[in-house]
């Protein structure tokens, strides 16, 4: 059979100011009709490239060789006119930020016609009928209204079916999915997935799944390619290459879906953390004439208890309030409830009671490009906490001390001088957790340390948690949406939902037998039970 | 809407009460008056001089009295041109620097627009250097120098063009005018709208219509409705300024216009005519802010004012 779509010797190019990037280096491509393609990789692997060189969308540094080839026809070469025949009604293609790709200053409506009017030849007043019956097949409720909204007035998910409407205007044979859903909680991410099967089970399209993520690729993918610095390693029918992985860096991969249980605590473990009843207000609109004040519960009664040793996972979905509980335990956030840090209520102590006892509680954040200072050294960002807590070290003595804390989260103490832009991801994720170790802490709220991070670096961050705690005994608060993680890292689950929790107990309760529907709903949307039949 | 525009009018009145106040009691402060010319006058015309303008009344006085007037709309006679009321300086100049700084403003948004999205389109080409440095001239070499320039070569060389004087506005004697004016402009809109159009041709929804195979005027006219939001910001004071009259260019070109009242009035100390335009220039830099915010809300759907 012809494939609809052929990729051979595809080469791109960037020119930055350190040279010439050599991004993809002769990947060979084939996409079957009515197939589903999956090609999977890590950050920097050239598989978003590869595809933006196909559409003819590099950046403007981009050079491509080689050839690209929809049903025979040549696309690599064409000019933008030339290429625009096939853009939009044969090759279309989806985007991993929902939120900014529509165009905030025009409705709905009006975007989706635009793919219409241009290849469809329907007229204006046309184009906006068939609009709402587009939205109406990628399942956006009450389209007669949403057609006349802006893109800021829905959600995420509702944005990304929008763009699957606009990608699916024009009936296209090949629709490329770049990471569709990595923005978007699990749950979301699930549907969208389920609506892109179902649309191509009636439309018969071809579907190229761009993802790092081995679970959308094993329930969706007919074949997958394996991708690794800008070459394919390793291709072949998903079930074959799952089952046996010829490559190293497949095998690492498939390997790299976080594994594991942790070891129980003593019940006779000192608890560490005991808060009570603790609730988030948020106020938010003009509240000075008393107008339009609205209330926001972020966090409503929440009961939290970690003990020394112990990790308690907060799951749940963006805005159920689980970042701004660990803020709160910690009193980075104004809460009312009851905190207990070992033996010392929290609640009623001003900043300066509470400064000696911050350097036993401490917090890592998700984003590990955010979080360190550019403009310090990996060295003077890890130490800095001493000088507010041991202000009597030498200098000298600083050093030594960043070199060991260096060590104990396995980084070269030499890169101490450096900068954090030279770094890594994992490995600034690496700094950050050395920041909080340096102080020597009893407890550590962790929020989403392991999202912005490829698989298999989170791998690595996992173990590496997971040993300072058993070497040091710490209490972690690990607030995650990556149910894969949390169940290799934690005692105990807490599930949260819009400020409250909806389901607490331990790990292999949770994920044996979940009892609320709202927890079965996250397992599945995780991939980890086994798929649903529907 | 109609609530916001309201209230922002209602808003306005404050403050061009606190303007004039300031401005009032600022340019009495500036030594001397309008009656001390190099020869003093005999002391019984200026006592007279004195009565006629209300001068000889004590300053809160003189105040309460401009105030009042104001507010019924009349700003008093001019202290230099003595035949005159301000009111009739403004309805004989404003119509004249109004009509230059419109065709300026105009000129400069539509030539500035457009090379600006040209450069952003071919970025680090020809096109794009010949635009920069457009810019960079039209900004660095200042009117007074290149107003003679065009007199000299499109009035007395080539005698294509009369070199000066209003002409009953005849398009003619508008045209280096409306140039000289609108050079500047031209290079600041042309810079703008090439830094926030090669933003905007990055930006992600302007990757999904290219995506989708829409033909460039598409992308254009989406990639432009982001990118003038910034160049709308920057007009709103810039009308102001240009509609309410050069100096350097009216006096160039021997223009009837309202500019050249800033300068005189303020020299003379001719303090209605100082007061007279400070208030219009405070009720046009108010109007075209307004007018911007109101644009703002019709080009970007995010922006709603309650």
Known sequence: MTPVLSIRGLQVRFRTGDGILHAVRGVDIDVAKGETVAVVGESGSGKSQTMMAAMGLLAANGTVEGSVRYRGEELIGLQPRALNRYRGSKLTMIFQEPMTSLDPLYRIGDQL????????????????????????????????RRVNAYPHELSGGQRQRVMIAMALANDPDVLIADEPTTALDVTVQARILDLLRDLQGRLGMSIVFITHDLGVVRRFADRTYVMRHGEVVEQGATAALFAAPAHPYTRMLIDAEPRGRKAPVAPSAPVVLDARDVRVTFHTGSGLFGRTRHEIRAVDGVDLRVRAGETVGVVGESGSGKSTLGRAVLRLQEASGLVRFEDRNLMPLERGELRPLRRRMQMVFQDPFGSLSPRMTAGEIVTEGLLVHEPALSRRERDRRAAQAFEEVRLDPSGRNRYPHEFSGGQRQRIAIARAMILAPKLVVLDEPTSALDRSVQKEIVELLRDLQTRHGLAYVFISHDLAVV????????????????????????FEAPREAYTRELIAAAFLAAPVET | MLPFILRRLVSAIPTLFLIVTIAFFLIRVAPGGP???????EAKVMENLRRIYQLDRSLPEQYLLYVGALLRGDFG??????DFTIAELFASGLPV?????????????????????VAAFRQNSAVDYAVVGLGTFGLTIPNFVVAPVLQIVFGLMLAWL????????????????????ALPQIAVVARMIRASMIEALRSNHIRTLRSLGLPTHVVVRHALRGAVLPVVSYLGPAAAALLTGSVVVESIFGLPGVGRYFVEGALNRDYTLVM?????????VLVFNLLVDVLYAVIDPRVRYE
Not at chain 2, 77 to 82: A, D, I, L, N
Not at chain 2, 172 to 180: A, C, H, K, N, T
Not at chain 2, 276 to 284: E, H
């Open chain 2, 276 to 284: 007279g335009t400070v208030v219009l220039v405070a009720v046009f």
């Open chain 2, 97 to 117: 620097s109004m009509t230059l700084g419109g065709l300026a403003l105009l000129v400069a948004v539509l030539i500035g627009g457009t090379l600006g999205t």
């Open chain 2, 162 to 181: 009369p070199v000066g004087g209003w002409n009953g506005g005849a398009v003619r004697s508008l045209v280096l005018p409306v140039i000289v004016l």
């Open chain 2, 35 to 41: 009656f001390d010319l190099e020869q003093p006058l």
């Open chain 2, 77 to 82: 006679p001019s202290f230099y041109f003595r």
């Open chain 1, 487 to 510: 169940r290799a890292l934690a005692d105990e689950i807490v599930v949260m939902k819009s400020g409250r929790v909806v389901e607490r107990g331990d790990v292999e309760r949770i």
């Open chain 1, 113 to 144: 016609s635009l793919p219409l009017v241009a290849h469809g030849g329907l007229s204006k007043r046309q184009a906006l009928a068939r609009a709402v019956e587009l939205l109406e097949l990628v399942r956006v409720p009450d389209p007669a």
